[in-house]
């Protein structure tokens, strides 16, 4: 999983094995949202135009994966400390590369300030031994098909019968 590969080392360490990490799921969202965009949205014609569209979309997210892992990289190495700081400083970047793609300073900067928050919140959840999504949980694999479950109203009542032999 991300957590597992990502997190193997300590911030501020393997700078290439994080960046191969961040980039390998970037991409495979990028993926899945130019896919969508392709099929349902825009739905360009000819090689190039899809191409395009699937560059136009994947690229940014794979930026804004670099900048975050490179960002609390770089200033985990030149702070000296691991900090939620150095996951905001990474959520600004990646809130940059954002506003870049968009073309838009005030869409940069409502999502640097978003990104940084959402650093903050998952380094600590780091720290503190917490995670947002809780694992799941296993159930039976039961269903309303499966001839061991009875599904009569009521029970059926002892009927007295014997089988003749004594």
């Not at 690229?59 to 900048?67: N, R």
Request: aromatic content about 12%.
């Amino acid at each position: 999983s991300f957590n597992e590969r990502f997190y193997a080392y300590p911030d501020g360490q393997d700078a290439a094995g994080k960046m191969l990490v961040a980039n390998t799921y970037a991409m495979i969202g990028g993926l899945i949202v130019s896919t969508y965009d392709v099929v349902m949205i825009s739905k360009p014609v000819g090689f190039g135009s899809i191409l395009a569209k699937y560059m136009y979309n994947t690229g940014p997210l794979m930026g804004m994966a670099s900048a975050f892992t490179m960002g609390t990289y770089a200033s985990t190495k030149l702070r000296e400390k691991d900090d939620p700081l150095n996951y905001a400083i990474g959520g600004i970047l990646a809130g940059g590369v954002y506003g870049a793609w968009r073309k838009s300073p005030v869409s940069g900067s409502c999502m640097a300030i978003t990104l940084a928050i959402a650093g903050v919140v998952k380094k600590l959840s780091l720290i503190e031994g917490w995670s947002f999504v809780p694992a799941p949980v296993n159930h039976g694999y039961q269903n309303l098909f499966l001839s061991r479950h009875d599904r009569t109203v009521f029970k059926d009542t002892e009927k007295g019968w014997t089988t003749g032999k004594k």
